[in-house]
């Protein structure tokens, strides 16, 4: 068994062993609220947002970007689940932000193996044949990341699926401090145009 399998394993083995009361909890998110973020290793919504099981959707992808899929969740998590407020959170440090869609292409039709990034950006150490699917794919990498956030949350605020009583917040998570910084244009841009929502201060995301 591979090392990581096996760790996985355990960790859940001794998980499961008190899991307790959280076998009764309801599906919908009981605090009714949903973040959208970055895949990156260093955050984790539980611990930067105060999140126990059951508490809240987290939708993951790389950036944290509002790609279509990213927004057929956050409807899902809206319509059948009761969420009403939003957050995207991307982050310092983004391996987002080391790229274009033409490197990421280019690195993809010379070879599938893990590229390295050096000094001079991106090279492929690689071996073995590539593939031009890349091409078909927008990667939605990030030039700046106030930029990213503000366009996420117009996108998301502008969707014809995305009713307007939803509040949304933009933030930026600063991988070297655990902070969260508002994106004020974000924020303002993703304010609740009617409804209950449109005065509250957004709920305190602290551990
Ligand atoms: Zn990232």
């Known amino acids: 068994m591979s090392k990581v399998l096996d760790e996985v394993l355990r960790a859940n083995t001794s ?5 307790g009361a959280k076998s009764k909890l309801p ?4 605090r009714r609220f949903a973040i959208l973020t970055c895949m990156d290793a260093r955050l984790d919504p539980s611990k930067f947002a105060g999140l126990a099981e059951g508490d809240a959707h987290v939708i993951r992808n790389a950036g944290g970007r509002a ?6 969740s956050l ?6 689940l009761g969420t009403q407020e939003w957050f995207v959170v991307h ?3 983004c391996g987002m932000e080391t790229f274009t869609d033409d490197v990421m292409r280019s ?3 010379k070879s599938l193996k893990t590229a390295s990034l050096g000094s001079f950006g991106w090279t492929d150490s690689g071996t073995g044949t590539g593939s031009m699917e890349g091409d078909h794919i927008a990667w939605l990498t990030i030039r ?17 699926l ?19 910084m508002e994106v004020a244009a974000a924020s303002e841009a993703g304010k609740a145009r009617s409804g209950d929502f449109s005065l509250r201060e957004p709920p305190r995301l602290v551990a």
């Open 144 to 160: 700046d990341q106030a930029a990213s956030v503000l366009e996420d949350v117009r996108r998301i605020r502008s969707h014809p």
């Open 67 to 72: 790609s279509d899929d990213a927004i057929r």
């Open 107 to 109: 690195l993809l039709a």
């Open 162 to 180: 995305v009713p307007g009583d939803i509040a949304i917040y933009g933030y930026i998570y600063d991988v070297r401090s655990g902070k969260l």
């Open 75 to 80: 409807v899902i998590s809206y319509k059948l």
């Open 91 to 93: 982050h310092t440090d």
């Open 27 to 30: 599906m919908p998110p009981a």
């Open 15 to 19: 998980y499961a062993t008190s899991f």
